[in-house]
């Protein structure tokens, strides 16, 4: 049997930028999922998530028929109370895009005083959508969005609670919320871990040493690092460098001291990212610099360009020039494998990163 697939993390210098890119990773899986088998399930959690799919707005790659939406969980109260994640949903993002109302999966408003009952008929408006269709035992989500509590719940899974164990309900219930409001109806560990992709979407520094905790010490078994879909599914993790901070999983990676470029062959930037403050006249010059430098390589001279006491490290994927500039003490060879992955991360977000288009 396989192990579950790493994590694969993804920050981003604000929100906007995480916005736009959690838009593009969502239309790609769409497509994934509409080219196999013509439909896309999607289930979306509530804090502060629905305002992060705003990407989707306007977005004429978004095909909104072809969705069904649930809701990773639910607080237990009417539609329109302000509590209600199908509320902030609606709001946030169907009101504003044109989603057949019969796509969206609400709770069952009517059952609201027997919880029993409610989580039992939302379960079973999972197994009309999934039964025969995906799977029996669990329904396979293409696609989970989740958020993370600065407690490092997610969905209505909290630390130390009695659901953390449940192996067999889809749809649980609870009472004892200690994020209020204290009823909730939440899917379980087993539905969230049986799907196609699991993004967890988690900005600012008040997560910073939950996503520690939950990354680099998934021992200690907090609810958001227990979320690890069984192969092939994939967990990423979309955070903004505030909530990313501490993170070691990626500071040898996101947190160089010089910038990386993406250039095209024709001289043409494609994205820079810095990692230091510097004036526009002095980024302008570099970027200049860093452009003549690697654009006068010749195929066979090596990838290493020494540059004012610093070192540029390049490598060349069909068009496209991935460029660091790093320190002098800073090792040139593991940058190359640094920047090799960064590319082996891009594939599988935009397929093959070749395509300019992609970005
Ligand atoms: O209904 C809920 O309360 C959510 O589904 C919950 O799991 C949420 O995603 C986290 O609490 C993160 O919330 P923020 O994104 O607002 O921090």
């Given at each position: 049997?396989?192990?579950?697939?790493?994590?694969?993390?993804?920050?981003?210098?604000?929100?906007?930028?995480?916005?736009?890119?959690?838009?593009?990773?969502?239309?790609?899986?769409?497509?994934?999922?509409?080219?196999?088998?013509?439909?896309?399930?999607?289930?979306?959690?509530?804090?502060?998530?629905?305002?992060?799919?705003?990407?989707?707005?306007?977005?004429?790659?978004?095909?909104?028929?072809?969705?069904?939406?649930?809701?990773?969980?639910?607080?237990?109260?009417?539609?329109?109370?302000?509590?209600?994640?199908?509320?902030?949903?609606?709001?946030?993002?169907?009101?504003?895009?044109?989603?057949?109302?019969?796509?969206?999966?609400?709770?069952?408003?009517?059952?609201?005083?027997?919880?029993?009952?409610?989580?039992?008929?939302?379960?079973?408006?999972?197994?009309?959508?999934?039964?025969?269709?995906?799977?029996?035992?669990?329904?396979?989500?293409?696609?989970?969005?989740?958020?993370?509590?600065?407690?490092?719940?997610?969905?209505?899974?909290?630390?130390?609670?009695?659901?953390?164990?449940?192996?067999?309900?889809?749809?649980?219930?609870?009472?004892?919320?200690?994020?209020?409001?204290?009823?909730?109806?939440?899917?379980?560990?087993?539905?969230?871990?049986?799907?196609?992709?699991?993004?967890?979407v988690a900005a600012g520094k008040e997560k910073v040493d939950t996503l520690s905790g939950v990354l680099d010490r998934p021992e200690e078994g907090l609810p958001s690092a227990r979320v690890k879909p069984a192969f092939p599914g994939q967990l990423y993790w979309f955070v903004d460098d505030a909530?990313?901070?501490?993170?070691?999983?990626?500071?040898?990676?996101?947190?160089?001291?010089?910038?990386?470029?993406?250039?095209?062959?024709?001289?043409?930037?494609?994205?820079?990212?810095?990692?230091?403050?510097?004036?526009?006249?002095?980024?302008?010059?570099?970027?200049?610099?860093?452009?003549?430098?690697?654009?006068?390589?010749?195929?066979?001279?090596?990838?290493?360009?020494?540059?004012?006491?610093?070192?540029?490290?390049?490598?060349?994927?069909?068009?496209?020039?991935?460029?660091?500039?790093?320190?002098?003490q800073d090792n040139e060879l593991l940058t190359l494998e640094i920047i090799h992955r960064y590319v082996e991360a891009l594939d599988q977000y935009f397929g093959n990163v070749s395509v300019i288009q992609a970005f």
């Amino acid at each position: 049997m396989h192990q579950p697939n790493a994590p694969i993390l993804n920050s981003f210098p604000n929100t906007d930028v995480l916005v736009e890119s959690l838009a593009a990773f969502t239309i790609k899986a769409q497509k994934e999922s509409l080219d196999k088998k013509g439909r896309f399930t999607v289930a979306l959690s509530g804090g502060s998530l629905p305002k992060m799919l705003r990407g989707l707005i306007d977005n004429p790659a978004v095909k909104w028929d072809k969705w069904q939406v649930f809701y990773v969980d639910e607080r237990v109260v009417p539609h329109d109370h302000p509590d209600s994640n199908h509320l902030a949903c609606t709001t946030h993002l169907f009101s504003q895009v044109p989603i057949p109302a019969e796509n969206i999966h609400p709770i069952d408003a009517s059952l609201l005083n027997d919880l029993e009952e409610l989580s039992d008929a939302y379960e079973k408006e999972l197994i009309r959508e999934f039964a025969q269709k995906d799977s029996a035992r669990f329904p396979i989500f293409d696609l989970i969005l989740l958020g993370m509590g600065p407690d490092g719940h997610t969905a209505s899974l909290f630390p130390g609670h009695e659901l953390l164990t449940e192996e067999d309900r889809w749809i649980a219930y609870l009472e004892d919320s200690p994020k209020p409001p204290p009823k909730r109806i939440t899917f379980t560990y087993p539905v969230i871990n049986h799907a196609s992709r699991v993004v967890f979407v988690a900005a600012g520094k008040e997560k910073v040493d939950t996503l520690s905790g939950v990354l680099d010490r998934p021992e200690e078994g907090l609810p958001s690092a227990r979320v690890k879909p069984a192969f092939p599914g994939q967990l990423y993790w979309f955070v903004d460098d505030a909530a990313a901070e501490k993170t070691g999983s990626v500071s040898h990676f996101a947190k160089p001291k010089h910038p990386i470029v993406i250039l095209e062959d024709v001289g043409k930037i494609r994205l820079v990212k810095w990692f230091t403050t510097l004036p526009t006249k002095a980024k302008t010059k570099i970027i200049q610099d860093v452009t003549r430098l690697v654009l006068a390589r010749r195929k066979r001279m090596c990838n290493v360009i020494e540059y004012k006491g610093s070192k540029i490290v390049y490598r060349q994927y069909a068009s496209l020039f991935f460029v660091c500039e790093i320190g002098e003490q800073d090792n040139e060879l593991l940058t190359l494998e640094i920047i090799h992955r960064y590319v082996e991360a891009l594939d599988q977000y935009f397929g093959n990163v070749s395509v300019i288009q992609a970005f």
